[in-house]
């Protein structure tokens, strides 16, 4: 095989492998309460929808108030007919800042972690 040949052949699977579909990670699509949003009322339930399916088994969120208290109530899950949809539900919430934090593993075992806050003004 020539220099020339072998240059080509190296250009061409290196292009191949490029080309190779990147593993993806479940990103944080939208939610409900919305990311930064202020609403009049409390809601019952904290979604989050995620760009990928979520691993159930290593999937968690929760909510908690502005001084790190735990709010939620603890009934983390995946929607058992969405796998990219996280939920959590909660009691009626006070008036105040509230942080949603969330860690899960999609389908492809990639681990994404993150968090947001909301507010609820009456």
Do not use: C, N
């Amino acid at each position: 095989m020539s220099a020339r040949s072998a240059a080509l052949a190296f250009v061409a699977a290196v292009a191949w492998l490029a080309s190779a579909p990147a593993a993806a990670h479940a990103f944080l699509d939208h939610a409900d309460p919305r990311v930064g949003s202020t609403i009049a009322q409390s809601p019952r339930s904290v979604r989050l929808w995620f760009s990928q399916a979520l691993e159930p088994a290593f999937s968690r969120v929760r909510v908690v108030d502005a001084s790190g208290k735990t709010v939620d109530a603890g009934d983390a899950h995946v929607d058992t007919s969405d796998a990219t949809v996280l939920s959590v539900t909660v009691p009626t919430l006070a008036p105040g800042t509230y942080r949603v934090q969330w860690r899960v593993v999609s389908v492809d075992t990639h681990v994404t972690e993150g968090d947001y806050t909301f507010e609820i003004k009456r």
